[in-house]
């Protein structure tokens, strides 16, 4: 698809201008805070950031999920992606970018040099957005929720990124990272999310006794994912299929507990939890990724879920 004519008429070329510099700054968790914004750089996200805006404008979501902004495109990127393309193409036609509450994204197509001093990327891959972080409220995201992933003290970026992915493809309702957990809209954490945070709610932040009180109202049983536990994930799958009793019902709604990568769950963490699962190891591995082990346990929490749904 060619280049929308009204991006073609302006293109951005200065790399010290200061919208460049305005947002090369959102790299900065103080200026994140102060504008509400962050950067979702990349092909992927930037394609589930337009179509999240489109789906928003034509009413066809009401999830509460990050809101576009602006979007900064070179032209290599629109020529490598016609999807992409078609996508801007129809945000920025007449109407089409008209969202509730009077907002209109902002496009620009850009040159290399601008769009390498915009990314927080060691290499850019030719599209930026800018994306305002949605206004949440925990017992709202969580209300009727069937599936959710909390990280409790989860740091590094790309495990958060891998969790919630997981999530996301899982069909969970939510993911919740609690006070000490890495910044989601860091951009490393947000480009390992791959487009799956404009997908589903994320809550950052939450302290962890607002988090229990929200569960706790919800109805939802709370399940620790535990290395050491003495429950293991394959017994309650093996129960969930046959109909035999167990001390907890996969198929039931169900918040998972994943913790820190260097100490896990904390004592309080584990013990607020209804069980402590452990995902069985059955080679010499010492133990598993959080990412990895929060990947089985939702999967195993979705098919249980599912095969309950349909049975």
């Known amino acids: 698809m060619s280049i929308p004519e009204r991006l073609a008429e302006s293109v951005l070329s200065n790399p010290r201008a200061d919208r460049v510099r305005t947002v090369a700054g959102l790299a900065r968790r ?9 950067l979702a750089e990349g ?6 950031a337009l179509a999240a805006h489109l789906d928003r404008s034509t009413g066809t979501t009401a999830i509460d999920v990050p809101e576009l902004d602006a979007l900064y495109v070179t032209g290599d990127c629109l020529q ?36 390498r001093a915009m990314s927080d990327a060691q290499s850019p891959q030719g599209a930026i957005a800018v994306c305002r972080v949605a206004a949440q409220v925990l017992p709202d995201v969580l209300g009727g929720a069937r599936l959710t992933a909390v990280l409790c003290r989860v740091q ?4 958060a990124g891998t969790i919630i992915r997981a999530a996301d493809a899982a069909g969970a309702d939510a993911v919740v990272l609690t006070t000490g957990s890495v910044d989601l809209f860091n951009p490393k954490t947000v480009r390992s999310t791959a487009g799956s945070l404009f997908h589903l709610p994320v809550v950052s932040g939450v302290e962890f006794g607002d988090l229990l009180e929200v569960v706790g109202v919800s109805g939802a049983q709370l399940l620790a994912a535990d290395g050491y536990a003495p429950l293991d ?6 129960a969930s299929v046959s109909g035999a009793a167990a001390p907890c019902d996969l198929s039931a709604p169900t918040a998972w507990l994943f913790g820190n990568e260097a100490q896990g769950l904390s004592e309080q963490e584990k013990a607020a939890a209804a069980h402590r699962v452990a ?12 990412g990895t082990a929060a990947t089985l346990c939702l999967y195993a929490s979705a098919r249980a879920q599912r095969r309950g749904a349909s049975s």
């Open 30 to 38: 103080s200026a994140r805070s102060k504008h509400g914004l962050f």
């Open 43 to 48: 092909p992927q996200n930037v394609r589930e």
């Open 80 to 115: 490598h992606h016609p999807d992409i393309a078609e996508l801007v193409s129809r945000a920025v036609s007449d109407g089409a970018s008209d969202v509730p509450g009077g907002q209109r994204v902002f496009v620009r197509l850009v040159t290399d040099e601008v769009l």
């Open 156 to 159: 590094d970026p790309g495990n």
């Open 233 to 238: 994930l394959d017994t309650l799958q093996d």
């Open 279 to 290: 995902v069985p190891l059955y080679g010499r591995a010492e133990s598993l990724n959080v």
